[in-house]
């Protein structure tokens, strides 16, 4: 059984492709940081820096295009939010509104948000024999 940790809503997954059309390759990055709140950072790939400080959670198919024969948008958590969420499943969604100033959809009268549920006890024993 493969589980991933996160996922995405079809409303979203168009947002983001329209965005990728205009800055190329994209990433996300979920922070637990005070501007922002948790909300979902878009950033185009290579701009916002991981390090050893920050998880990958992840993989999105958006499917491929022009500028981004992979179609995936890869899914980053600060390991400090990590360690508080390693227990849930993250689906990105799109609800009309302001987006966060430095996130890519801040323009587009659309915001990223997050909605988490708790790992099934299956999920759960399934992510520990993916992750060794």
């Known amino acids: 059984m493969t589980v991933s940790r996160v996922a995405l809503t079809p409303e979203a997954a168009d947002l983001l492709r329209g965005l990728r ?26 701009v916002f820096l991981t390090s050893a400080a920050d998880v990958h ?31 849930t499943h993250i689906t990105i969604d799109v609800v009309p509104g302001r987006g966060a100033g430095f996130s890519l959809e801040a323009p587009s009268g659309f915001r990223f948000l997050i909605r988490s549920r708790v790992l099934t006890e299956d999920e759960t024993s399934a992510l520990a024999t993916q992750e060794v």
């Open 21 to 46: 059309d205009q800055h190329g390759p994209l990433m996300f990055h979920q922070s637990g940081g005070c501007c922002d709140g948790s909300a979902p950072m878009c950033f185009p790939q290579g």
């Open 57 to 87: 959670l992840g993989d999105l198919d958006v499917g491929p295009s022009e500028n981004d024969p992979s179609g995936t948008v890869p899914v980053w958590i600060s390991r400090e939010q990590f360690a508080y969420w390693s227990h």
